[in-house]
């Protein structure tokens, strides 16, 4: 079964700076992969997803994501950090199964 | 369009107690979900109903039962309520069952078990 790993629970950056939170996944199969993001006491939103279209995939709010299939990876990128991409972020595969996340701290 | 929405938004329980969580779509998906969500685990599958009429057991199902009442609603039930149940419910609907979809996902309820 497809199983994904998000390498980092917290990461910090500031604003303006870049954004890079990483997501690795396992499987047999070309995958389907997505990024969700949620802010405090929200549900989760959908940031972008994969699905052997095009390897780099755009999403909302200025991010995007590589997938990188000879590193099984599928990290997700922002060139300038705002305060409202504060937020915890999760990457999803094919069997509905999510990584444990990773929340994003932006420091002024 | 609401989406997905749920009930109720919070709620307390002792331990013991019962409860049921309703979730309703309005997207005419074929698929529901529940999760919950706890500190650091991330989003676990509790069960899911691949369409009408079906439901399976996702990660964790053990304390729960579901109803697919219809293709609208799904709803979660707690029959004697745990403190280990307390948590951050998540109801959630996709187009049809894996893969490739995109799953849209309810407020949440919280509960807290005493």
């Known amino acids: 079964a497809q199983s994904v790993t998000q390498l980092d629970s917290h990461v910090s950056v500031s604003e303006g700076t870049p954004v890079l939170l990483r997501c690795n996944y396992s499987s047999s199969y070309s995958p389907s992969l997505f990024w969700y993001v949620q802010h405090p006491n929200k549900g989760l939103q959908l940031l972008l997803k994969?699905?052997?279209?095009?390897?780099l995939v755009k999403g909302i709010n200025g991010f995007e994501a590589e997938f990188k299939k000879s590193e099984t990876s599928f990290h997700l990128t922002k060139p300038s950090a705002h305060m409202s991409d504060a937020a915890e972020y999760f990457c999803?595969?094919?069997?509905?199964?999510f990584g444990s996340g990773t929340r994003l701290s932006v420091k002024p | 369009n609401a989406g997905v929405t749920q009930t109720p938004k919070f709620q307390v329980l002792k331990t013991g107690q019962s409860m049921t969580l309703q979730c309703a779509q309005d997207m005419n998906h074929n698929s529901m979900y529940w999760y919950r969500q706890d500190p650091g685990m991330g989003l676990r599958l509790i069960y899911y109903?691949?369409?009408?009429?079906?439901?399976d057991k996702g990660e964790v199902p053990n304390g729960y039962n579901v109803s697919r009442l219809n293709k609208r609603e799904f709803s979660l039930r707690l029959e004697s309520a745990a403190p280990s149940q307390t948590s951050v419910y998540f109801c959630?609907?996709?187009?049809?069952?894996?893969?490739?979809?995109?799953?849209?996902f309810g407020p949440g309820t919280r509960l807290t078990v005493l």
């Open positions: 109903s691949a369409s009408e009429g079906t439901t």
């Open positions: 959630a609907s996709s187009e049809r069952y894996p893969p490739r979809n995109e799953q849209f």
């Open positions: 994969y699905t052997s279209a095009a390897t």
């Open positions: 999803r595969g094919s069997t509905f199964i």
